[in-house]
């Protein structure tokens, strides 16, 4: 039996990963960490009157009999208690982004590695159906030579909260784009050099983040991928996420579960419906949008635990995710182009 701990029972670490966690075969959730007693008590009737609850995720971290944590902390914590958990000897799974600064990105990666366990960052986008098939169909050719990528997103603002903090979150592109700009990576599988950004508070003028921007990140061999994201759009709008190469086109739209494939020498048009497996689309987030790959991402982090793997989203692909978006945070803030290398060795 594998016993989890989770450090921050909130309302993300709640109905994302605990009830999927409770899903789980062989896995005990052992012990929960909030500071509000009402999540605690939430808790408990998530998985059951045996869990331990604690105020402090410190006090979770120093339990002995727990093999493993998941970090749902305000993104300025997971540094802290990432290294803890590690330090303790526990397979972590924390969510995103790995750290605020790629100083913090390292020194967990480095403390993982002396330590032997399997950290994994929660970029659950990768283990949602709809891009893995995309990503599958970009790799037997479909599009031939993959030149571009994009992916628009028009939604509504964030929940309030933390999540309006600067200091907190480390910012927009980092708390909400990092998701997107990973999937660019996993799926152009070329190192990004250079990052051009835009972005503006122009709408939603009580919070200290951006609520839109506009992003082009340049990729080794000419590919390039671009982003545009509107936080005060909250209604008609779905994720699209596409990707054009020199014989076809793939274009997917998250909330509708659909890929659409154009050939380019036929007029070949292919629609496809990605539909979800079991019960993997439970997780509703806080637009009131599905968001699937959360299960299996949790599924993947207790298979690598168990058979000694490298998981998918690892360290040094994480790390490389928060660099793009402190790179057009940067952009943004300089109103110039900033390479990924000064961000890297900064």
Excluded at 52 to 78: G, P, Y
Excluded at 107 to 134: C, N, P, T
């Amino acid at each position: 039996m594998l016993k989890i701990g989770l450090l921050g029972a909130g309302w993300f670490g709640r109905e994302a990963h605990l009830r999927n966690l409770a899903k789980l075969e062989d896995v005990e959730i052992a012990a929960v960490s909030s500071r509000s007693p009402a999540s605690l008590e939430a808790s408990r009737e998530i998985a059951g009157p045996a869990l331990r609850t604690f105020s402090d995720w410190r006090e979770v971290v120093a339990l002995d009999e727990l093999d493993a944590v998941i970090i749902a902390l305000t993104n300025d914590q997971h540094y802290d208690a990432a290294m803890a958990a590690l330090r303790k000897g526990k397979h972590v799974l924390c969510e995103k982004p790995l750290g605020l600064t790629i100083t913090q990105c390292n020194e967990i990666i480095s403390a993982a590695g002396d330590s032997g366990k399997v950290l994994q960052i929660g970029h659950e986008m990768r283990f949602q159906r709809l891009y893995r098939e995309m990503k599958e169909m970009i790799e037997e050719g479909a599009v031939g030579d993959l030149q571009l990528m994009w992916c628009r997103e028009f939604r509504g603002p964030m929940r309030q909260g933390w999540r309006s903090s600067e200091a907190l979150t480390g910012g927009t592109i980092l708390e909400k784009n990092v998701h997107h700009l990973d999937l660019f990576n996993w799926m152009m599988d070329r190192p990004p050099l250079r990052v051009s950004a835009h972005g503006g508070t122009n709408v939603i003028k009580d919070r200290e983040i951006l609520d839109n921007a506009q992003i082009l990140i340049d990729y080794e061999g000419g590919r390039r991928a671009s982003l545009e994201l509107c936080l005060f759009a909250p209604y008609g709008g779905d994720c699209e996420i596409g990707a054009c190469g020199d014989l076809g086109r793939i274009d997917t739209k998250n909330q509708a579960l659909e890929l659409v494939h154009h050939r380019f020498d036929v007029p070949d048009r292919l629609i496809m419906q990605i539909a979800d497996e079991g019960d993997a689309a439970n997780f509703v987030d806080s637009s009131g949008r599905v968001d699937r790959g959360i299960k299996p991402e949790l599924e993947h982090f207790v298979e690598c635990i168990r058979q000694g793997r490298t998981p998918l989203n690892d360290g040094p692909a994480a790390r490389l995710a928060v660099a793009v978006c402190l790179a057009a945070q940067e952009s943004i803030r300089r109103r110039e182009s900033v390479l990924i290398a000064e961000i890297l060795e900064s």
